[in-house]
């Protein structure tokens, strides 16, 4: 976090202390929205509102959806300002921006439409039913147009994105059962729910929204009524129906489709709302409607829902999208590039480089999506070809950040020495005392596990010890952490802190 508290307090809080503890501010400025708006509220709108830096005056806030974000802006900048000005006076305007966000602005067709609406209970027009299904007026996410269906009436899913079709996803063997699945389910006509719900899980970037979206594209264009929702947007729809009272108009209305997609069902949280999810899960199965699912882990660790909805989310078919393997890589890579090629014509890229990206980028699809546009933008500026060696430069930093962190001998004696109030001297000595040894060997431990430096090496780095010195103390570490879960976290605590 970067933190600009000196600069320009001007008049303001003029103490001599430039600026308070903006951190230690902000700590206090969650823990007051927390007791003020209630657990489910915060918990649905501020858990991932984060700082990230204070300068000039401006606090500038980051969500992870751009979804979070209108609905922060309209809903709740006024409290949130006034509530930070209460712990720090010389903030005077709050920003919200989205983490890492990428992704080019899609264009909003219905931002110029006018929306004289300040929060949900002032909408003018609309029904209660409509209310309970619309976003807000400031949102700028596409209305969907249900293909069939009553009279007109908008359902506001999140809109699909058109470049993600099962056309442009790549088969390959981690992902085959998935992609057979959701394309099984998509061109289902008339034989009823399959699989209900599919519930697909993968780490990040293996192409679970993909998926979706694909499915999402094929059920429309069979004729079927889709809806697809992110669990931010569930949340809202059921946070604004409760409050407009239609919450049965706003069930009533999701049974009134053929398919329920629902994306990242890992951050649905807040008890009213996985109640009402459950409800909800149970109306659509229970009435033969299609539902998919996805998450970033299995229905088995989702540990802010209950065990129902658990169990209901687990009880029709679970399917895991694996890592890519490299030959999925290179393909999915050479789509891209392919996909890119059409409105950059002179946009040329080697097999040599090809290969060496699909090799060099081994952790997910979004990380290889963001290669091609480095390529791309490194092709444009400097009108020179690509070769591997520009390559390299080009995506150093997409390599660099998945490698394991080399950790260095020394860096663990320090940690582990704070950490146990000794002095790194003391571990290198010959001192025998419990107070010394026990730090001493889980310092050999980790030098063992977490670099690639041999026995001997590790001995003679520990104050010139003899290599079954350092044997014994990895060998009884392992013993104790297998009995111990109190060491045994400790000891992963300690990894995790060298290694990032
Ligand atoms: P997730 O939702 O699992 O985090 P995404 O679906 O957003 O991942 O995928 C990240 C990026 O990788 C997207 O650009 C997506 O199109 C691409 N991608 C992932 N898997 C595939 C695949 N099998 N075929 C084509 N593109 C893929
Ligand atoms: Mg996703």
């Known amino acids: 976090m970067h933190l600009d508290g000196s600069t320009a307090d001007g008049g303001n809080g003029g103490d001599g202390r430039g600026g308070v503890d903006v951190s230690a501010a902000w700590g206090r400025v969650k823990r007051r929205l927390r007791a003020e708006l209630g657990e489910d509220v915060f918990a649905s709108w501020f858990a991932r509102l984060e700082l990230e830096e204070v300068s000039g005056g401006v606090a500038r806030l980051t969500v992870p959806t751009r979804f979070l974000k209108s609905w922060i802006e ?47 209970l002032t909408r003018l027009h609309a029904t209660a039913t409509q209310a309970a299904l619309q976003g807000p007026g400031p949102m700028v996410e596409t209305e969907i147009a249900v293909p069939r269906g009553d009279a007109g009436v908008d359902l506001n899913g999140a809109p699909l994105d058109a470049r993600l079709t099962f056309a442009s996803f790549v088969v390959g063997r981690s992902n085959a059962l998935a992609h057979a699945a959701a394309e099984r389910i998509a061109r289902n006509d008339g034989e009823g729910a399959l699989y209900n719900p599919l519930y697909v899980h993968a780490g990040v970037g293996l192409g679970k929204t993909h998926l979706l979206h694909a499915a999402g594209h094929a059920a429309r264009e069979a004729g079927r009524r889709v809806i697809y929702l992110t669990a931010d947007r569930f949340m809202y729809g059921f946070v604004n129906a409760l409050k407009t009272q239609s919450a049965l108009a706003f069930k009533e209305k999701l049974r009134a489709i053929d398919l329920l997609i629902l994306d990242d069902v890992q951050f649905i949280q807040g008890k009213s709302i996985q109640t009402e999810f459950g409800h909800t899960l149970n109306a659509l199965i229970d009435s033969g409607r299609q539902v998919v699912v996805a998450s970033d882990r299995p229905p088995t660790e989702l540990e802010t829902l209950d065990e129902r909805v658990r ?29 890119v090629r059409q409105s950059h014509p002179n946009f ?9 990206v699909a090799r060099a980028i081994t952790a997910n699809g979004r990380d290889l999506e963001g290669a091609v546009n480095r390529l791309l933008a490194h092709a444009t500026l400097t009108g020179a070809p690509v070769t591997v060696e520009t390559a390299e430069s080009a995506i150093r930093d997409l390599v660099k950040n998945r490698e394991p962190k080399r950790v260095k001998i020394e860096d663990i004696q320090k940690l582990v020495a704070s950490r146990y109030n000794v002095s790194r001297s ?7 005392t419990a107070a010394v040894v026990k730090p001493r060997q889980i310092a050999m431990y980790l030098s063992k596990v977490l670099t690639l430096r041999s026995l001997p090496e590790i001995g003679r780095r520990f104050g010139g010890r003899d290599h079954t010195t350092v044997l014994h103390a990895v060998r009884k570490i392992e013993k104790q952490i297998g009995e111990d879960a109190v060491l045994g976290d400790e000891v992963e605590l300690l990894k995790r802190m060298l290694q990032d």
């Open 311 to 339: 169990s209901r989310l687990a009880g029709g078919l679970v399917v895991e999208i694996g890592n890519l393997d490299e030959g999925l890589r290179t393909s999915i890579l050479s789509a891209r590039l392919a996909a």
């Open 74 to 120: 309209s809903h709740y900048i006024d409290r949130v300002l006034t509530t930070f000005r209460a712990e720090a006076e010389n903030i005077g305007r709050i920003e919200v921006g989205v983490r890492g966000a990428s992704a080019p602005a899609r264009p909003a067709p219905s931002a110029g439409k006018p929306s004289p609406t300040s929060g949900p």
């Open 426 to 432: 003391d571990i290198l000595s010959e001192r025998r």
């Open 348 to 356: 040329e890229v080697s097999p040599q480089v090809s290969a060496y």
